[in-house]
């Protein structure tokens, strides 16, 4: 098996702008994996809360990793490699969606076929990062004239506190009129719990459908007295990292949010999914800045997934690889063996 790395720029449209800061132009590491004349593809995104926060770190860990001899394991016994050796999830990432990639394109079935899995029914959401109400108004046309998205996820938890959140959430409400969309609010853990009572009953008001993250992450202990009486749902996403996070707070929440960049890939993924639903719990699968081969491996799974935010190569200027599209308001993967993405350019690192 032969594994090489490139790092590629992902130049975005528009910055995003979240609780924590701001993120704008960022460098993937993209994983291509090849045996038997077989290629699978898979990309890293490298983040700080994920373990690894630079393109050379992610490198420089699955190189540890290969170096431990994977050849001819399987892709279980190969994050439990990962894990003993305490490779970074994101940077393990990369090298689980492309092991998959290439079984399924060694049988020669798209990869939801080869787990058992519908193609996804669900529409995404698009994102809109914390800012200013004027620049909301100016944004949301860009969004949505010529889309056939009909969800938006509003970005909340400004650091300038709650009424800036408020202002600009109502200019949201008053710019979608024309576009027949819903709503959705993801604070990203930057409301206290004080805070986080407030907006969810002001929210319940105002069209909204659920509320992710209203805490940061390690406050999780808080979310038993936000859940009781709570208005509307409450997902977790930073909060929801791999399958056994879920048994600490299953009773305080109605749903979790997993990314392929936090859990390490797709096979921790399906775990973190038939966990929340042994649990009664809804699901949610986002990304973060990715291209459309981590998305397309995230519209592969997303067949039984309940909600869906899976945007952000629609965001890039331009994407450097090819694969899943939206298609009537669907992030659909491409009908092909694997998950039918791949890199269009192969600049070596």
């Given at each position: 098996?032969?594994?090489?790395?490139?790092?590629?720029?992902?130049?975005?449209?528009?910055?995003?702008?979240?609780?924590?800061?701001?993120?704008?132009?960022?460098?993937?590491?993209?994983?291509?994996?090849?045996?038997?004349?077989?290629?699978?593809?898979?990309?890293?995104?490298?983040?700080?809360?994920?373990?690894?926060?630079?393109?050379?770190?992610?490198?420089?860990?699955?190189?540890?990793?290969?170096?431990?001899?994977?050849?001819?394991?399987?892709?279980?016994?190969?994050?439990?490699?990962?894990?003993?050796?305490?490779?970074?999830?994101?940077?393990?990432?990369?090298?689980?969606?492309?092991?998959?990639?290439?079984?399924?394109?060694?049988?020669?079935?798209?990869?939801?076929?080869?787990?058992?899995?519908?193609?996804?029914?669900?529409?995404?959401?698009?994102?809109?990062?914390?800012?200013?109400?004027?620049?909301?108004?100016?944004?949301?046309?860009?969004?949505?004239?010529?889309?056939?998205?009909?969800?938006?996820?509003?970005?909340?938890?400004?650091?300038?506190?709650?009424?800036?959140?408020?202002?600009?959430?109502?200019?949201?409400?008053?710019?979608?009129?024309?576009?027949?969309?819903?709503?959705?609010?993801?604070?990203?853990?930057?409301?206290?719990?004080?805070?986080?009572?407030?907006?969810?009953?002001?929210?319940?008001?105002?069209?909204?459908?659920?509320?992710?993250?209203?805490?940061?992450?390690?406050?999780?202990?808080?979310?038993?007295?936000?859940?009781?009486?709570?208005?509307?749902?409450?997902?977790?996403?930073?909060?929801?990292?791999?399958?056994?996070?879920?048994?600490?707070?299953?009773?305080?929440?109605?749903?979790?949010?997993?990314?392929?960049?936090?859990?390490?890939?797709?096979?921790?993924?399906?775990?973190?999914?038939?966990?929340?639903?042994?649990?009664?719990?809804?699901?949610?699968?986002?990304?973060?800045?990715?291209?459309?081969?981590?998305?397309?491996?995230?519209?592969?799974?997303?067949?039984?997934?309940?909600?869906?935010?899976?945007?952000?190569?629609?965001?890039?200027?331009?994407d450097p690889a090819s694969g899943a599209k939206m298609i009537n308001g669907v992030t659909?993967?491409?009908?092909?063996?694997?998950?039918?993405?791949?890199?269009?350019?192969?600049?070596?690192?």
């Amino acid at each position: 098996m032969k594994v090489t790395f490139h790092k590629v720029l992902l130049k975005k449209r528009f910055p995003l702008a979240i609780s924590r800061g701001v993120h704008g132009d960022t460098y993937n590491v993209f994983v291509r994996v090849e045996k038997d004349g077989v290629v699978g593809w898979g990309e890293s995104a490298p983040g700080k809360n994920e373990g690894a926060k630079t393109p050379d770190l992610v490198i420089s860990e699955l190189q540890k990793l290969i170096e431990t001899n994977i050849e001819d394991k399987s892709i279980y016994e190969i994050e439990n490699i990962a894990r003993e050796i305490l490779i970074s999830p994101c940077s393990y990432a990369g090298l689980d969606i492309a092991l998959w990639d290439w079984k399924s394109k060694k049988a020669n079935i798209p990869l939801y076929n080869l787990l058992g899995l519908p193609l996804p029914k669900t529409k995404t959401s698009v994102t809109l990062g914390i800012m200013s109400p004027e620049s909301a108004k100016e944004r949301i046309p860009l969004l949505f004239d010529g889309s056939s998205a009909k969800h938006l996820k509003v970005k909340l938890g400004s650091p300038k506190g709650i009424e800036a959140d408020k202002r600009m959430y109502s200019q949201v409400l008053e710019s979608i009129k024309p576009y027949n969309i819903s709503l959705r609010v993801d604070a990203n853990g930057g409301w206290n719990i004080e805070n986080a009572k407030h907006m969810i009953e002001w929210l319940s008001k105002r069209e909204c459908d659920y509320v992710e993250q209203p805490l940061a992450e390690g406050m999780e202990k808080n979310l038993k007295t936000l859940y009781e009486n709570r208005l509307l749902p409450i997902f977790v996403d930073e909060s929801c990292r791999f399958s056994q996070n879920i048994i600490d707070y299953s009773d305080w929440v109605d749903g979790v949010n997993l990314k392929l960049m936090k859990s390490g890939g797709i096979t921790e993924a399906l775990r973190i999914l038939s966990t929340a639903k042994a649990f009664g719990l809804e699901t949610m699968i986002g990304c973060m800045s990715e291209s459309s081969i981590s998305i397309s491996a995230g519209a592969s799974i997303s067949g039984q997934i309940d909600h869906i935010d899976l945007d952000s190569h629609y965001n890039l200027k331009p994407d450097p690889a090819s694969g899943a599209k939206m298609i009537n308001g669907v992030t659909m993967p491409r009908i092909a063996p694997g998950h039918g993405a791949f890199l269009t350019k192969e600049p070596q690192c």
